[in-house]
């Protein structure tokens, strides 16, 4: 009986003791646990000071995000992308591939005509450039406002926000488009011609062309697909940019033939009456070329101006 007594009073006491302990260090930790936060608010300065930590050092740890320097998009890649906008899309595939096929045609309607005595090379590529010149400035128009018409425009801007240098890329790609037609052009008017002159009796095969004749060409190229970027640019509108491009040349002869002084003075405001020694092989004298550059700078930089400054203002959606 006193060997359990005792061993029951040992295991009291045991007991006794380990819940003091456990009391004891619940304490500790809970006053540790409020004295902590003190301490730290303590060790915090007042914002804007420039300080923090302990000791008032300056705050040279604290974490700040480091951006990698990003340049700017390649001007030749904007370009090539441009071109590809172009060749890419299924209206602008079917404007070429019209291009390609009426110029053929028309080519060959010329061909037929003077299959007797052989086509020269200069009336194939006349006859090529009247479906050119009214075809390749729609694709300039095309270029200029199909993304605003598509409401694609945001994101072309979001990766290149110079809207300018994006138009400047527009207009070269176009400009480099219609020089490429024009080399194809070229191909195909020397084949016909050689083959023209082939099959005619007596016929001799002449390259010779001119290189007066074949920079009014280039220039006549240019001259429309600009216009037709500044007609797309302007209105920012595909459907209204093209009816805008084939009226307003169409109409303002009938405006420059209303009075006397318009009449005599007609070739220095009218495209057409300007641009028709260029569809020759003579070289152009001062004032034939001051008319060109007076007509050129009124159907086309002030609308290409005009035009890129509305893009460079115009609100995204």
Same mark, same amino acid.
């Not at 405001?269 to 260029?278: I, K, Q, S, V, Y």
């Given at each position: ?115 007797? *005595?052989?086509? *020269? ?38 990766? *290149? ?157």
């Amino acid at each position: 009986m006193r060997t359990t007594t005792h061993e029951e009073s040992t295991t009291q006491e045991e007991t006794r003791m380990t819940t003091e302990t456990n009391a004891a260090t619940a304490a500790t930790a809970a006053t540790a646990a409020t004295e902590q936060p003190a301490q730290g608010a303590g060790r915090h300065d007042h914002p804007g000071s420039g300080m923090s930590g302990t000791g008032g050092e300056r705050g040279d740890t604290a974490y700040r995000a480091e951006l990698e320097p990003v340049g700017s998009v390649p001007f030749v890649r904007l370009l090539w992308l441009e071109l590809r906008k172009m060749l890419n899309t299924r209206a602008g595939r079917g404007v070429l591939i019209a291009i390609v096929a009426i110029t053929a045609i028309a080519m060959g309607a010329m061909l037929w005509v003077l299959r007797d *005595e052989g086509a *020269e090379l200069m009336p194939l590529l006349m006859a090529a450039n009247v479906p050119q010149a009214i075809l390749l400035p729609i694709l300039g128009v095309m270029t200029a406002a199909n993304e605003w018409s598509q409401r694609t425009a945001l994101i072309t801007f979001t990766q *290149e926000p110079r809207r300018l240098r994006v138009m400047a890329a527009k207009a070269l790609a176009a400009v480099v488009l219609g020089l490429g037609v024009l080399a194809i052009t070229l191909v195909l008017a020397i084949g016909g011609h050689a083959l023209s002159m082939s099959l005619a009796q007596g016929g001799t095969i002449d390259l010779a062309m001119g290189w007066a004749f074949l920079l009014h060409l280039v220039f006549l190229q240019v001259q429309g697909v600009l216009m037709g970027v500044a007609f797309g640019a302007l209105l920012l509108n595909v459907p209204l940019g093209i009816v805008a491009y084939i009226l307003v040349p169409a109409l303002s002869p009938v405006l420059f033939m209303t009075t006397s002084w318009l009449r005599e003075n007609g070739a220095w405001f009218d495209m057409t009456r300007a641009g028709e020694p260029l569809l020759t092989n003579t070289w152009l004298s001062g004032e034939q070329w001051a008319q060109i550059g007076t007509t050129t700078a009124l159907w086309v930089l002030l609308p290409l101006a005009l035009g890129c400054w509305r893009v460079a203002r115009k609100e995204v959606k």
